[in-house]
C-alpha cells in the first residue's frame, strides 16, 4: 500500500488544476458500505487527536502508537500538537507546509497500510484566520475583522487563501467558517464570530466558505450548530436560551445559506445547550431542522469531547456508555471528535451488538463520511495539496491580509477631524497592546489561546515598530499599564512623556484567550487601562485610543475625554501597519461595526435589532422612553472623506416580490474614499408577535473620488420583509403580513420610528392618516433617508 501512495503523490506533483467535484462520490460510498465490517465502519466514526501518539520529547509521531490507532480503523485525527504552545524542548511554535505534509504523509500512510478497503483518514485543523496552524501561512484578521469591512470578494479570498494554505499544508478539512451569531459582547468567542446580525453573517458566511472550499481539495466546517453565540451570561459553554423563532429568522441564517448557496461539505456540533437540551442531544436540532428543513446531507461532526461531555458537564447522563448512546440515537452526528480515547469504537459496537442503535443508524454516518472522502478525492491523493506548498504565505496574499486589516478598522470618533496626524509631529506611542503582536492576534494562532508575546511573529511590525518605520519622531520605550490594569515601571515616565508629545497614540485592550479561558466577570476595560487613557487626556497631548480586543469592552468614560478613537479588534500581523497608515492618513480608514458597542453595563445584552419593549427610560426624564445607549452603534463607523446621501427611491413591491431601493451617495469629502451603504428595514406593526425595531437587509461598499456620486440601487427579494414562523420540522414556512407598511432606512444612524417617513413614498392610507393626526400637533420633518412601502 505504501508504494501505491507513493505512486498517487508523484502523480499529483503534476496536475495543477482543483479537481472538480467527484459526482459519483455517492454511489462510491454505498458500494464500498457494502463491505465493510462494524468494526470498519465504527473506526470511521471516530475521531483522535493526533496528541495521543505525538512524542513532546522527540517532537515526532510515535510509529507505534499511530499504527495501534490505525489498527483500529480510526477514520479521523485533528489538531496541532503546537495548540498547547511553544515546545519546551526546543521553542519551536509549529510546523511548517512542509513539515505538515510529512506527518500527514505517516499518518494516511499507516492508515491505508492498515485498512483492509484502502480507506484514507480525514484530518481536520482550526485553520480560522488563515493558515493559523501552519508556520509560514498568511494570517488574517479574527472573522469580526473581515466582518466589519463589509467587502464580501475581500472576504471570499480571505476563504480561497485560508483553503489553499490547509491543502498547501496536506490538509483536507478546516473547522471554520464560525457561523454563530454573537448576540452577547461578553462570550470570549465573540471574535470569532462575524458579529451580530444575521444578515451581515449569512453573506459572509456563504462568501468565506466558497473561498474556503474553492480549490476542490479543502472541505469547509460551518460551526457552532446552533446558538452558541446566545450563551446565557455570557460564559462560553453556557445553555443558550432562545425561542424558535429567533432560533430560524436568526441564528440558523448564515447555516442555512452556507448549506444551500454554497454547498458546505460538513458542519459541527455546538458546545451549548437549547433551552437545556444539549445540541449533541438534540434531535430537534440536528435532525429535523438540519438534515431535515435545512436539507444538510454533508458530514456532521461533534465539538471536542462533547458526547462525554453529556455526562461530564451537561450532567443528561451518567455513564460514557449512555452518552455514545444518546449522542447516536438522537442526533444524526457523524463523525465523534472524540479525542482522548479510542473506547467510544467498542462502546458503540456494544450498542450495536445490542440492539439499541440500528445498524441503519450507523450506515446512514459511514456513508456521509465516504461520500466526503470521495468527494475531496482522498482516495486517490491522500495528501492533497503538493502543487499548492510553495504558494504558502506568498506575497500577494500577504499583501490581501493588509488590503482587509485596511478596510477592517473602524474610525468612531475623530473629533474636530484631528486624524490623520502630520507625519513631522512628535508622537508618544504606548499602552500595553503597542508592541505586542499576540494581543493584537488573539486566540487561535499559532496555539489555542494564542500568544502574549511576539515570539512566533518575527518579521511584522506591531503598532509601535510601524510607526516607527515613518519619518515622524516616535516617542517609544513606554508601556505606561500592563494589560491587566497594574502600572508599569515607567508609568510615571509615560506621563511625563506624553506632556511633551504633539500626539499620544495608546493601544489599550485585552491579552489573547479563547473559550473558557476567556469568561469575564466584568466587561469593563481593566480599570487601571482606563484610568491610564484618561491620565493622558489630562496632560494637553491629543490623545488617540486605539482598542485592540477581543469583544467591545466597556469604557466607562474612557473615550470621552480624548480625540479619536479606531476600534482595531483583532487585526493580527497586518494591524501594526494598516494601523499606522490610517493614523498618519495614507491609508482613509472604511470599516464599520458589526455589532453594537455598549456603553453601560445595564445594556448588556442588546443587539440593535432588539424588539420594540427592549427599551431604556430616560436618564433625565423618568417618563420618557428612548433607544438604550450605545457608546457606538452597529454600523457606526467614519472616514477621512465625508459622504452625502439623497434622492432616496423606493418603488412599490412588484409582481414576484420585488421592491426597488436606489439612493445618490456623494462623496463630499476632498479625498477619495469607501462608504458602506447600509438598508435596514422596519416593520411597524405584526400582529404575529413584537417586530424588531429594524433590520440590515442589503448593504453595498462603494468607493467614490472626491465630489463623486454613484448611485446605488438594491433589489430586495420578499424575504426581506418576510420571516419564519417557527415549525421545526415541518419545513421553512415564510409569511409577510399583507397591508403592513415596511419603513425602508438609509444608514445605521437613520431612526424613522416617528413621523419623518417621506407619506409620498407610501400608499399605505393608515399610516398617512396616523401621520396626518400627529402632525396637527407637531409637524415633524422628514427625513429624506426614510422611505417605505406597503406589502
Ligand atoms: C466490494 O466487494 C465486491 C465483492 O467482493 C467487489 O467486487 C467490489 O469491488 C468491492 N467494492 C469496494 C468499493 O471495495
Ligand atoms: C527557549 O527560549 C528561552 C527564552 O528565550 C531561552 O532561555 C531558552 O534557552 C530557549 N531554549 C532552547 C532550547 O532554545
Ligand atoms: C520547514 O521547516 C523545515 C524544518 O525546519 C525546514 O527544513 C524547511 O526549510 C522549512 N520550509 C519552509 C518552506 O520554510
Ligand atoms: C503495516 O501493517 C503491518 C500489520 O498489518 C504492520 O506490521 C506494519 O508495521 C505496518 N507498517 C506501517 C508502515 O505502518
Ligand atoms: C433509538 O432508540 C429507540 C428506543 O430504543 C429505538 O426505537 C430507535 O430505533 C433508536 N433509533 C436509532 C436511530 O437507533
Ligand atoms: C519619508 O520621507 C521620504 C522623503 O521625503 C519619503 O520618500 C518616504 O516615502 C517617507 N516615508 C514614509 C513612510 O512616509
Ligand atoms: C472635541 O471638540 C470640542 C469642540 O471643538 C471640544 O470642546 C472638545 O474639548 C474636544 N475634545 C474632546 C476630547 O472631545
Ligand atoms: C428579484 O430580485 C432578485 C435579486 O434580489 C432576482 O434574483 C430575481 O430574479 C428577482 N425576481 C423577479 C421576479 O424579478
Ligand atoms: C452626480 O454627478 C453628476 C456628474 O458629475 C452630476 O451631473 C449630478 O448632478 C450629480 N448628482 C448629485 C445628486 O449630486
Ligand atoms: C409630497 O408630494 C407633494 C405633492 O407632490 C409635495 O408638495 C410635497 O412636497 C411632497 N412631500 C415631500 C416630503 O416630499
Ligand atoms: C400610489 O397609488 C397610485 C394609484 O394606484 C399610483 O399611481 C402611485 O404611483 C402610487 N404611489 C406610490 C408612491 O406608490
Ligand atoms: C423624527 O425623527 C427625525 C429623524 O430622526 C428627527 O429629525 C425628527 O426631529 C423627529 N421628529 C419628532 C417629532 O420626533
Given at each position: 500500500?505504501?508504494?501505491?501512495?507513493?505512486i498517487?503523490?508523484?502523480?499529483?506533483?503534476?496536475?495543477t488544476?482543483?479537481?472538480?467535484?467527484t459526482?459519483?462520490?455517492?454511489?462510491?460510498?454505498?458500494?464500498?458500505?457494502?463491505?465493510?465490517?462494524?468494526?470498519e465502519?465504527?473506526?470511521?466514526?471516530?475521531?483522535?487527536?493526533?496528541?495521543?501518539?505525538?512524542?513532546?520529547?522527540?517532537l515526532?509521531l510515535?510509529?507505534?502508537?499511530?499504527a495501534?490507532?490505525a489498527?483500529?480503523?480510526?477514520?479521523?485525527?485533528?489538531?496541532?500538537?503546537?495548540a498547547?504552545?511553544?515546545?519546551?524542548v526546543?521553542?519551536?511554535?509549529?510546523?511548517?507546509?512542509?513539515?505538515?505534509?510529512?506527518?500527514?504523509?505517516?499518518?494516511?500512510t499507516?492508515?491505508?497500510?492498515?485498512?483492509?478497503?484502502?480507506?484514507?483518514?480525514?484530518?481536520?485543523?482550526d485553520?480560522?484566520?488563515?493558515?493559523?496552524?501552519v508556520?509560514?501561512?498568511?494570517?488574517?484578521?479574527?472573522?469580526?475583522?473581515?466582518?466589519?469591512?463589509?467587502?464580501?470578494?475581500?472576504?471570499?479570498?480571505m476563504?480561497?487563501?485560508?483553503g489553499k494554505?490547509?491543502?498547501?499544508?496536506?490538509?483536507p478539512?478546516?473547522?471554520?467558517p464560525?457561523?454563530?451569531?454573537?448576540?452577547?459582547?461578553?462570550?470570549?468567542?465573540?471574535?470569532?464570530?462575524f458579529?451580530?446580525?444575521?444578515?451581515?453573517?449569512?453573506q459572509?458566511?456563504?462568501?468565506?466558505?466558497?473561498?474556503?472550499?474553492?480549490?476542490?481539495?479543502?472541505?469547509?466546517?460551518?460551526?457552532?450548530?446552533?446558538?452558541?453565540?446566545?450563551?446565557?451570561?455570557?460564559?462560553?459553554?453556557?445553555?443558550?436560551n432562545?425561542?424558535?423563532?429567533?432560533?430560524?429568522?436568526?441564528?440558523?441564517e448564515?447555516?442555512?445559506?452556507?448549506?444551500?448557496?454554497?454547498q458546505?461539505?460538513?458542519?459541527?456540533?455546538?458546545f451549548?445547550?437549547?433551552?437545556?437540551?444539549?445540541?449533541?442531544?438534540?434531535?430537534?436540532?440536528?435532525?429535523?431542522?438540519l438534515r431535515?428543513?435545512?436539507?444538510?446531507?454533508?458530514?456532521?461532526?461533534?465539538?471536542?469531547?462533547?458526547?462525554?461531555n453529556?455526562?461530564?458537564?451537561?450532567?443528561?447522563s451518567?455513564?460514557?456508555?449512555?452518552s455514545?448512546e444518546?449522542?447516536t440515537?438522537?442526533?444524526?452526528?457523524?463523525?465523534?471528535?472524540?479525542?482522548?480515547?479510542?473506547?467510544?469504537?467498542?462502546i458503540?459496537i456494544?450498542?450495536?451488538?445490542?440492539?439499541?442503535?440500528?445498524?441503519?443508524?450507523?450506515?446512514?454516518?459511514?456513508?456521509?463520511?465516504?461520500?466526503?472522502?470521495?468527494?475531496?478525492g482522498?482516495?486517490?491523493?491522500?495528501v492533497p495539496?503538493?502543487?499548492?506548498?510553495?504558494?504558502?504565505?506568498?506575497?500577494a496574499?500577504q499583501?490581501?491580509?493588509?488590503?482587509?486589516?485596511?478596510?477592517?478598522?473602524?474610525?468612531?470618533?475623530?473629533?474636530?477631524?484631528?486624524l490623520?496626524?502630520?507625519?513631522?509631529?512628535?508622537?508618544?506611542?504606548?499602552g500595553?497592546?503597542?508592541?505586542?503582536?499576540?494581543?493584537?492576534?488573539?486566540?487561535?494562532?499559532?496555539?489555542?489561546?494564542?500568544?502574549q508575546?511576539?515570539?512566533?511573529?518575527?518579521?511584522?511590525?506591531?503598532i509601535?515598530?510601524a510607526?516607527?518605520?515613518?519619518?515622524?519622531?516616535?516617542v517609544?520605550?513606554?508601556?505606561?499599564?500592563?494589560?491587566?490594569?497594574?502600572k508599569?515601571?515607567?508609568?510615571d515616565?509615560?506621563?511625563?512623556?506624553?506632556?511633551?508629545?504633539?500626539?499620544?497614540?495608546?493601544?489599550?485592550?485585552?491579552?489573547?484567550?479563547?473559550?473558557?479561558?476567556?469568561?469575564?466577570?466584568?466587561?469593563?476595560?481593566?480599570?487601571?487601562?482606563?484610568?491610564y487613557?484618561k491620565?493622558?487626556?489630562?496632560?494637553?497631548?491629543?490623545?488617540?485610543?486605539?482598542?485592540?480586543?477581543?469583544?467591545?469592552r466597556?469604557?466607562?468614560?474612557?473615550?470621552?475625554?480624548?480625540?479619536?478613537?479606531?476600534?482595531?479588534?483583532?487585526?493580527?500581523t497586518?494591524?501594526?501597519?494598516?494601523?499606522?497608515?490610517?493614523?498618519?492618513?495614507?491609508?482613509?480608514?472604511?470599516?464599520?461595526?458589526?455589532?453594537?458597542?455598549?456603553?453601560?453595563?445595564?445594556?448588556?445584552?442588546?443587539?440593535y435589532y432588539?424588539?420594540?419593549?427592549?427599551?431604556?427610560?430616560?436618564?433625565?426624564?423618568?417618563?420618557?422612553?428612548?433607544?438604550?445607549?450605545m457608546?457606538?452603534?452597529?454600523?457606526?463607523?467614519?472616514g477621512?472623506?465625508?459622504?452625502?446621501?439623497?434622492d432616496?427611491?423606493?418603488?412599490?413591491?412588484?409582481?414576484?416580490?420585488?421592491?426597488?431601493?436606489?439612493v445618490?451617495v456623494?462623496?463630499?469629502?476632498?479625498?477619495?474614499?469607501?462608504?458602506?451603504?447600509?438598508?435596514?428595514?422596519?416593520?411597524e406593526?405584526?400582529?404575529?408577535?413584537?417586530?424588531?425595531?429594524?433590520?440590515?437587509?442589503?448593504f453595498?461598499?462603494?468607493?467614490?473620488?472626491?465630489g463623486?456620486?454613484?448611485t446605488?440601487?438594491?433589489?430586495?427579494?420578499?424575504?426581506?420583509?418576510?420571516?419564519?414562523?417557527?415549525?421545526i420540522?415541518?419545513?421553512?414556512?415564510?409569511?409577510?403580513?399583507?397591508?403592513?407598511?415596511?419603513?425602508?432606512?438609509?444608514g445605521?444612524?437613520?431612526e424613522?420610528?416617528?413621523?419623518?417617513?417621506?407619506?409620498?413614498q407610501t400608499?399605505?392610507?393608515?399610516f398617512?392618516?396616523?401621520?396626518r393626526?400627529?402632525?396637527?400637533e407637531?409637524?415633524?420633518?422628514?427625513n429624506?433617508?426614510?422611505?417605505?412601502?406597503?406589502i
Amino acid at each position: 500500500m505504501l508504494k501505491a501512495l507513493e505512486i498517487v503523490l508523484i502523480a499529483m506533483a503534476s496536475v495543477t488544476l482543483a479537481q472538480p467535484t467527484t459526482t459519483d462520490a455517492p454511489s462510491k460510498a454505498s458500494e464500498m458500505l457494502t463491505n465493510m465490517t462494524l468494526e470498519e465502519k465504527i473506526g470511521q466514526m471516530t475521531q483522535i487527536n493526533l496528541e495521543l501518539f505525538y512524542d513532546r520529547e522527540t517532537l515526532a509521531l510515535d510509529e507505534e502508537k499511530l499504527a495501534y490507532y490505525a489498527g483500529r480503523g480510526v477514520g479521523s485525527y485533528l489538531q496541532s500538537p503546537y495548540a498547547g504552545g511553544q515546545s519546551p524542548v526546543d521553542n519551536s511554535t509549529g510546523w511548517n507546509a512542509t513539515q505538515w505534509r510529512g506527518v500527514m504523509n505517516q499518518i494516511q500512510t499507516a492508515t491505508l497500510n492498515a485498512s483492509r478497503l484502502d480507506i484514507p483518514m480525514i484530518f481536520g485543523i482550526d485553520n480560522v484566520h488563515g493558515g493559523t496552524y501552519v508556520q509560514g501561512s498568511t494570517l488574517f484578521g479574527q472573522q469580526i475583522c473581515a466582518s466589519a469591512t463589509f467587502n464580501l470578494d475581500l472576504v471570499e479570498k480571505m476563504g480561497e487563501v485560508t483553503g489553499k494554505d490547509t491543502a498547501g499544508a496536506g490538509m483536507p478539512w478546516t473547522f471554520g467558517p464560525i457561523s454563530d451569531i454573537a448576540t452577547d459582547p461578553r462570550w470570549p468567542r465573540f471574535y470569532e464570530t462575524f458579529g451580530e446580525d444575521p444578515f451581515l453573517n449569512k453573506q459572509m458566511a456563504v462568501a468565506i466558505t466558497k473561498g474556503i472550499q474553492a480549490n476542490g481539495d479543502v472541505a469547509a466546517c460551518l460551526k457552532h450548530f446552533l446558538g452558541y453565540g446566545a450563551a446565557d451570561n455570557g460564559k462560553d459553554y453556557a445553555n443558550a436560551n432562545i425561542n424558535d423563532y429567533e432560533l430560524l429568522n436568526y441564528h440558523a441564517e448564515p447555516f442555512r445559506a452556507a448549506v444551500r448557496d454554497a454547498q458546505a461539505k460538513s458542519a459541527m456540533i455546538g458546545f451549548n445547550s437549547i433551552n437545556g437540551v444539549p445540541v449533541t442531544a438534540s434531535h430537534k436540532m440536528t435532525v429535523d431542522l438540519l438534515r431535515g428543513d435545512m436539507g444538510f446531507d454533508g458530514m456532521l461532526v461533534t465539538d471536542y469531547n462533547e458526547v462525554y461531555n453529556l455526562k461530564d458537564r451537561h450532567r443528561i447522563s451518567s455513564s460514557n456508555e449512555q452518552s455514545v448512546e444518546i449522542a447516536t440515537n438522537q442526533t444524526s452526528m457523524d463523525l465523534n471528535m472524540v479525542p482522548n480515547s479510542d473506547d467510544f469504537i467498542d462502546i458503540l459496537i456494544q450498542l450495536v451488538n445490542d440492539g439499541k442503535i440500528s445498524q441503519e443508524r450507523i450506515d446512514e454516518s459511514v456513508e456521509r463520511i465516504l461520500e466526503l472522502k470521495f468527494d475531496l478525492g482522498l482516495f486517490d491523493t491522500p495528501v492533497p495539496g503538493e502543487d499548492l506548498v510553495d504558494t504558502v504565505g506568498q506575497q500577494a496574499d500577504q499583501d490581501l491580509a493588509l488590503e482587509l486589516a485596511r478596510e477592517s478598522i473602524v474610525l468612531v470618533k475623530n473629533n474636530n477631524s484631528m486624524l490623520p496626524i502630520p507625519k513631522e509631529a512628535t508622537v508618544l506611542v504606548t499602552g500595553p497592546s503597542a508592541d505586542n503582536m499576540g494581543y493584537m492576534c488573539g486566540g487561535w494562532t499559532t496555539s489555542w489561546q494564542g500568544y502574549q508575546n511576539n515570539i512566533p511573529y518575527a518579521g511584522f511590525d506591531t503598532i509601535l515598530s510601524a510607526m516607527q518605520g515613518g519619518n515622524g519622531t516616535v516617542v517609544q520605550g513606554h508601556t505606561g499599564v500592563n494589560i491587566d490594569g497594574s502600572k508599569a515601571d515607567d508609568y510615571d515616565a509615560s506621563i511625563e512623556a506624553a506632556k511633551s508629545s504633539d500626539y499620544t497614540v495608546v493601544v489599550a485592550g485585552e491579552h489573547s484567550y479563547t473559550e473558557k479561558p476567556g469568561d469575564i466577570n466584568d466587561l469593563s476595560l481593566a480599570a487601571g487601562q482606563q484610568e491610564y487613557i484618561k491620565a493622558l487626556a489630562a496632560t494637553g497631548t491629543k490623545v488617540i485610543l486605539v482598542l485592540v480586543e477581543g469583544r467591545p469592552r466597556l469604557l466607562d468614560g474612557a473615550a470621552d475625554n480624548v480625540d479619536a478613537v479606531l476600534v482595531a479588534m483583532l487585526p493580527c500581523t497586518s494591524g501594526g501597519v494598516a494601523i499606522s497608515e490610517i493614523i498618519y492618513g495614507d491609508v482613509n480608514p472604511s470599516g464599520k461595526l458589526p455589532f453594537s458597542y455598549p456603553k453601560y453595563s445595564g445594556n448588556v445584552p442588546l443587539v440593535y435589532y432588539h424588539l420594540p419593549s427592549e427599551i431604556c427610560t430616560s436618564e433625565t426624564n423618568i417618563y420618557e422612553i428612548v433607544e438604550c445607549e450605545m457608546e457606538w452603534k452597529f454600523g457606526h463607523g467614519m472616514g477621512y472623506s465625508t459622504f452625502e446621501y439623497s434622492d432616496l427611491v423606493v418603488g412599490d413591491v412588484e409582481d414576484g416580490g420585488n421592491v426597488s431601493v436606489s439612493v445618490t451617495v456623494t462623496n463630499t469629502g476632498d479625498r477619495a474614499g469607501k462608504e458602506t451603504v447600509l438598508l435596514f428595514l422596519s416593520q411597524e406593526y405584526r400582529q404575529y408577535a413584537e417586530p424588531e425595531v429594524k433590520m440590515l437587509k442589503a448593504f453595498e461598499k462603494i468607493d467614490l473620488d472626491a465630489g463623486a456620486n454613484q448611485t446605488v440601487e438594491f433589489v430586495l427579494d420578499s424575504s426581506a420583509y418576510s420571516y419564519y414562523v417557527p415549525q421545526i420540522g415541518e419545513g421553512y414556512n415564510s409569511v409577510s403580513d399583507a397591508g403592513a407598511t415596511m419603513k425602508v432606512l438609509i444608514g445605521a444612524d437613520t431612526e424613522c420610528d416617528n413621523d419623518s417617513v417621506n407619506p409620498n413614498q407610501t400608499n399605505d392610507s393608515a399610516f398617512q392618516e396616523r401621520r396626518r393626526r400627529r402632525r396637527q400637533e407637531d409637524e415633524p420633518e422628514v427625513n429624506p433617508m426614510c422611505g417605505a412601502f406597503e406589502i
